[in-house]
């Protein structure tokens, strides 16, 4: 069992997975509507759990059973991975297949793995397979009716966050008509951009559960520091996640800047990462659809994004798209 923070219930808008006292005594099931209500009745416990992740015996025992020796953890590829048994949260509405949604959240959890243990040279040949299969089986779905929501995937915030912030970078860039490598940088820059947190999460796992946005300025150094040193990959791919919280008119961190001192690249994943952020309801800014979304970007404006990137992608959805977002939830 592991801990659950009221900061991460309140991300929630449909619960995921089951909560339970510290006797194990079940206080909500997963499929509720995390009303203000409930929020404010789970402050009441000291502390809550979910069995999300498995018992500490049951976890010991998958990381022998998958990851006891180098081969085991690093024989894996897209084509043959067996998602079957791994439970996740679904986009009902999505143009994607349900299989297709479940198979790419797995990928990247085993690649997320990779990272972890510090095999990168494996973890990034799998993130660039990744980068064609999200263009593959996602971008070519986009043209059907233009709904940003159906591209989404739902769910769990840690993975699913940075593979939409990956589509979404990189239907901007396409829409703007980079060359092949470039959105594929603009994507790969996307999957990596928060990579910052996974490294402060590895050496003060207790300090993530209690930090808020404010406390994690030092992500976007540590992370552009593991690109460039640890991963060595091209300083714009860095860059994005030194600056993907930069804003245009100059009151972003960590440094600050504004306008075309922030990269292209960065300029583009701000513009995702916070549409992907407002939609997961993790900013202050509470929105029911991706029509209230898509009209928060625009009432935010060129203050924070540049103009170029922000109407680039408002202009890629359908803005009558209002169905909402918990109702998509499988």
Same mark, same amino acid.
């Given at each position: 069992? &592991?801990?659950?923070t009221?900061?991460?219930?309140?991300?929630?808008?449909?619960?995921?997975?089951?909560?339970?006292?510290?006797?194990?005594?079940?206080?909500?099931?997963?499929?509720? +509507?995390?009303?203000?209500?409930?929020?404010?009745m789970?402050?009441?416990?000291?502390?809550?759990?979910?069995?999300?992740?498995?018992?500490?015996?049951?976890?010991e025992?998958?990381v022998?059973?998958?990851?006891?020796?180098?081969?085991?953890?690093?024989?894996?590829?897209?084509?043959?991975?067996?998602?079957?048994?791994?439970?996740?949260v679904?986009?009902?509405?999505?143009?994607?297949?349900?299989?297709?949604? +479940?198979?790419?959240?797995?990928?990247?959890? &085993?690649?997320?793995?990779?990272?972890?243990q510090?095999?990168?040279?494996?973890a990034?040949?799998?993130?660039?397979?990744?980068?064609?299969?999200?263009?593959?089986?996602?971008?070519?779905?986009?043209?059907?009716s233009?709904?940003?929501?159906?591209?989404?995937?739902?769910?769990?915030?840690?993975?699913?966050?940075?593979?939409?912030?990956?589509?979404?970078?990189?239907?901007? #860039?396409?829409?703007?008509?980079?060359?092949?490598?470039?959105?594929?940088?603009?994507?790969?820059?996307?999957?990596?951009?928060?990579?910052?947190?996974?490294?402060?999460?590895?050496?003060?796992?207790?300090?993530?559960?209690?930090?808020n946005?404010?406390? +994690?300025?030092?992500?976007? +150094?540590?992370?552009?520091?593991?690109? &460039?040193?640890?991963?060595?990959?091209?300083?714009?791919?860095?860059?994005? #996640?030194?600056?993907?919280?930069?804003?245009n008119?100059?009151?972003?961190?960590?440094?600050?800047?504004s306008?075309?001192?922030?990269?292209?690249?960065?300029?583009?994943?701000?513009? #995702?990462?916070?549409?992907?952020?407002? #939609?997961?309801?993790?900013?202050?800014?509470?929105?029911?659809?991706?029509?209230?979304?898509?009209?928060?970007?625009?009432?935010?404006?060129?203050?924070?994004?540049?103009?170029?990137?922000?109407?680039?992608?408002?202009?890629?959805?359908?803005?009558?798209?209002?169905?909402?977002?918990?109702?998509?939830?499988?």
């Amino acid at each position: 069992m &592991r801990i659950v923070t009221n900061k991460e219930l309140s991300s929630y808008k449909v619960l995921p997975f089951d909560l339970y006292t510290e006797n194990k005594g079940k206080i909500l099931e997963a499929g509720e +509507v995390l009303t203000p209500g409930k929020l404010i009745m789970l402050k009441n416990y000291v502390k809550i759990y979910t069995e999300e992740f498995g018992s500490e015996e049951e976890s010991e025992g998958k990381v022998e059973a998958e990851n006891g020796t180098p081969s085991q953890l690093l024989n894996f590829s897209y084509e043959s991975i067996d998602a079957s048994d791994f439970e996740t949260v679904i986009n009902k509405d999505a143009y994607v297949k349900t299989e297709i949604q +479940v198979k790419i959240k797995y990928f990247y959890k &085993r690649i997320l793995d990779l990272l972890i243990q510090g095999y990168y040279e494996e973890a990034l040949f799998k993130l660039n397979t990744l980068v064609g299969v999200l263009k593959t089986e996602v971008f070519k779905q986009v043209g059907k009716s233009g709904k940003g929501s159906k591209i989404r995937f739902l769910g769990e915030y840690e993975l699913c966050h940075p593979l939409n912030v990956a589509v979404i970078s990189g239907l901007i #860039a396409k829409k703007l008509e980079f060359s092949t490598l470039n959105v594929d940088q603009v994507i790969l820059a996307g999957l990596l951009h928060d990579i910052g947190k996974l490294k402060i999460e590895l050496t003060d796992s207790e300090a993530m559960l209690t930090m808020n946005e404010d406390e +994690v300025k030092d992500h976007p +150094v540590i992370g552009y520091k593991m690109i &460039r040193e640890e991963f060595e990959l091209p300083e714009d791919i860095a860059k994005v #996640a030194l600056e993907h919280h930069e804003n245009n008119d100059g009151s972003g961190y960590p440094k600050g800047l504004s306008s075309d001192y922030i990269s292209e690249y960065s300029q583009i994943v701000n513009v #995702a990462n916070f549409y992907d952020n407002l #939609a997961f309801n993790r900013t202050h800014i509470m929105v029911m659809n991706n029509k209230e979304t898509l009209r928060t970007m625009l009432e935010v404006g060129t203050k924070r994004f540049s103009a170029k990137m922000l109407y680039s992608f408002i202009h890629m959805f359908n803005y009558d798209d209002s169905k909402s977002f918990n109702d998509m939830v499988l």
